[in-house]
């Protein structure tokens, strides 16, 4: 079992690091890591060469500030069985991918665990759990809305590859690309597990393109 772990990032080296500091801190090692840069003028080259993960990719980008582009780039140059997304910051709990190595199996094509969800600007957290897994889950996704988060997922890659499924890279999907996602994956029958484990953190501030409304209110209506 081997994972690669697909970071998109620009202009986010402070919060990048962290995030690379909880994968360089896994218990498990089955995994590659793949940094997609969309030409950072930060100090992102820095942060990345200092990284020592073993398995480490580093690609440049022009996305056009479509996060989907650099997604897809991570998905061709993987080498995993299955696929973690993260947002540059997100962070992994030391014992994420040694979870993944005890719990799954060839059965699941997608699995989502717990997370805790932190407020960068004010410190505030709260844990998030996702599901359950229901009858007529695709039709419950269209009325309620995402019922997984892209950084706590985890993705078979054969699944994605044959039924040609990945980010949608339309301008007017932009921040819910990943609820696309995982309605394709749905549809297309992917067999799911949800665990109740808290395996990583998901952050927001302000700034942020998660924490703008209208934003994100306007990508869902064009995504349904």
Same mark, same amino acid.
């Given at each position: 079992?081997?994972?690669?772990?697909?970071?998109?990032?620009?202009?986010?080296?402070?919060?990048?690091?962290?995030?690379?500091?909880?994968?360089?801190?896994?218990?498990?090692?089955?995994?590659?890591?793949?940094?997609?840069?969309?030409?950072?003028?930060?100090?992102?080259?820095?942060?990345?060469?200092?990284?020592?993960?073993?398995?480490?990719?580093?690609?440049?980008?022009?996305?056009?500030?479509?996060?989907?582009?650099?997604?897809?780039?991570?998905?061709?140059?993987?080498?995993?069985?299955?696929?973690?997304?993260?947002?540059?910051?997100?962070?992994?709990?030391?014992?994420?991918?040694? =979870?993944?190595?005890?719990?799954?199996?060839?059965? !699941?094509? /997608?699995?989502? $665990? %717990?997370? #805790?969800? +932190?407020?960068?600007?004010?410190?505030?957290?709260?844990?998030?759990?996702?599901?359950?897994?229901?009858?007529?889950?695709?039709?419950?996704?269209?009325?309620?809305?995402?019922?997984?988060?892209?950084?706590?997922?985890?993705?078979?890659?054969?699944?994605?590859?044959?039924?040609?499924?990945?980010?949608?890279?339309?301008?007017?999907?932009?921040?819910?690309?990943?609820?696309?996602?995982?309605?394709?994956?749905?549809?297309?029958?992917?067999?799911?597990?949800?665990?109740?484990?808290?395996?990583?953190?998901?952050? =927001?501030?302000?700034?942020?393109?998660?924490?703008? !409304?209208? /934003?994100?209110? $306007? %990508?869902? #209506?064009? +995504?349904?």
């Amino acid at each position: 079992m081997y994972f690669s772990i697909i970071i998109p990032t620009y202009n986010n080296a402070v919060l990048l690091k962290r995030t690379l500091n909880s994968i360089e801190n896994q218990n498990g090692k089955n995994f590659e890591l793949i940094v997609v840069d969309n030409h950072s003028k930060d100090e992102t080259d820095e942060i990345i060469k200092k990284c020592s993960v073993e398995n480490l990719i580093y690609k440049k980008i022009n996305n056009e500030g479509v996060i989907a582009k650099s997604r897809n780039l991570g998905i061709k140059f993987s080498k995993g069985d299955w696929l973690i997304f993260l947002d540059s910051d997100d962070l992994l709990h030391e014992n994420k991918i040694n =979870f993944l190595n005890n719990n799954l199996t060839k059965e !699941y094509d /997608l699995v989502c $665990n %717990a997370e #805790k969800i +932190v407020n960068l600007d004010t410190g505030a957290d709260k844990i998030w759990k996702y599901g359950p897994l229901e009858k007529n889950f695709y039709q419950k996704m269209l009325t309620i809305g995402n019922q997984f988060s892209t950084s706590a997922s985890v993705v078979k890659k054969d699944f994605i590859i044959q039924h040609s499924i990945y980010f949608n890279e339309k301008k007017d999907f932009i921040t819910a690309e990943d609820y696309d996602f995982f309605l394709n994956l749905v549809n297309f029958g992917a067999k799911i597990k949800f665990f109740d484990n808290i395996l990583g953190e998901h952050s =927001f501030y302000k700034g942020s393109q998660s924490s703008n !409304y209208n /934003l994100h209110k $306007n %990508a869902v #209506k064009s +995504v349904l």
